[in-house]
């Protein structure tokens, strides 16, 4: 199995126990939410039910991802998961700026819950979603997934969700209960700039965003020391990069002795290519270009 291949197997997993938590957390707001006439409660189920949709975009994304180029596809499916990605992000505004509507109908005419079972369901919830965030955040920078870094993100905004919601079903028990919605308030506008952040991210990997300079740095590094090696004259011009999805693109430009022959820069090629995948076990494609010096 490739690096790319085990990256996609990790997005995978990190998105199947997203779906399964969302789906358990969301039942449980939702019933408790109606049951205790807690309205930030089941808001709040609203907001997990959606994580659960998002997490479902994040699997289908990198299931595609997976799919080998193609004739129509030649340098693979991998921004699949850029796609999903954004989708994720867009999702996560989208829910920020419902939840602020819903927080301003309700400054309206506020309800206080009848027990405090909402708000015992409501502090839980904040501690699950912040494991899943803190899971996910680090499997997604392990692998280098935006979609599932999006999908990590959209665990932290329920979870602050859930403190408005704990906020304003405290506030409600004692006596105040504009303090639910406006608590909700605060954290959907939060809500809403997280995934505006996020959708400006899946918007520059799909516009083939560079990696990361440290990344480029040792590509350049690799390529000086095989350089190093060669018994004629070459010398490195340039090193450029793409990030699509788990995977990178590299173009190196070399230099080289006019005299060569094909077989002598061939061999050069084979070394780079060799040594750059060594190395970086997500350089899914190396090109290299010679030119005369």
Sequence with gaps: MSGVEERLQEVRRGALIGIYGNILLSVLKIAIGHIASSWALVSDGVHSLGDTVSSVMVLLGAKVARKPPDARHMYGHYKAEALAGLGVSMMVTFTGLLLLWESLMRLRNPEPPTSTLPLVVALGTVAAKEGMYRYTLRLAERVGSSALKAD?????????SSVAASVGIAGALLGYPWADPG????????????????????????????????????????????LQDVDFDVELIAVRGRKMGPAYHFDVFVAADPEARLRELDTVRKRIVEGIRREISAAELVTVEFVPM
Aim: glycine share 2%.
């Design 152 to 160: 990590a993100k959209h665990h932290r905004s329920d979870a602050l």
């Design 183 to 226: 608590a909700a308030l605060v954290v959907s506008l939060m809500i809403a700039h997280m995934g505006l952040e996020l959708c400006w991210e899946s918007v520059h990997e799909l516009m083939d965003v560079a990696p990361e300079d440290e990344l480029l740095e040792r590509v350049h590094e690799i390529v000086e020391n095989t």
